[in-house]
């Protein structure tokens, strides 16, 4: 193995961490904890939305290092692309690609669309409607956590895949 193939899988799992890590902690600290701070839907619409802004810059700029680092190590852990149908270890990656082109789907769908509705649902006072889209929301971003752990499962046991 080479430096630079170490120095960006490190730089890939670091980014990986910080991107499923924090997506964990929005979900298993942040969200609760607005419970704790306010009763008023509205003040916990307006802390969750600000806080998915600053988070969502630091998304996309690990969704892009992630996807940066992951082709490059793809492409040097597959001698030959014949290798993805071919090898287990191919397949695995085939198939962690294939979850992440779905998360990323799932993910940007719901936070670009239900985001800034709830934000100006919020603003207008609509809280039943909120609620409503809530329950969708919440499934989603279930569905992308769900998704993060296969992609992390699936990223651990490559190594012993290799071809």
């Known amino acids: 193995?080479?430096?630079?193939?170490?120095?960006?899988?490190?730089i890939h799992a670091f980014t990986a961490v910080f991107f499923i890590g924090g997506s964990f902690f929005i979900w298993l600290i942040v969200w609760p904890a607005t419970f704790r701070i306010s009763d008023d839907e509205k003040d916990r619409t307006r802390i969750i939305g600000n806080v998915g802004r600053l988070f969502g810059t630091a998304t996309d700029i690990s969704v892009g290092i992630l996807i940066i680092t992951g082709l490059f190590l793809?492409?040097?852990?597959?001698?030959?692309?014949?290798?993805?149908?071919?090898?287990?270890?191919?397949?695995?990656?085939?198939?962690?690609g294939i979850l992440v082109v779905v998360m990323l789907v799932i993910m940007y769908t719901n936070n670009i669309y239900h985001g800034k509705k709830?934000?100006?649902?919020?603003?207008?006072?609509?809280?039943?409607?909120?609620?409503?889209?809530?329950?969708?929301?919440?499934?989603?971003?279930?569905?992308?956590?769900?998704?993060?752990?296969?992609?992390?499962?699936?990223?651990f046991t490559l190594p012993f895949y290799h071809p």
């Open 118 to 155: 709830i934000v100006r649902l919020s603003r207008e006072g609509k809280t039943e409607e909120i609620k409503k889209i809530r329950k969708v929301t919440h499934m989603a971003s279930f569905i992308t956590l769900a998704l993060m752990g296969a992609i992390a499962v699936i990223a």
């Open 1 to 10: 193995m080479n430096i630079l193939f170490l120095v960006v899988l490190w």
């Open 74 to 96: 793809a492409y040097e852990y597959l001698p030959s692309l014949a290798d993805l149908t071919t090898t287990t270890g191919g397949k695995l990656l085939l198939t962690k």
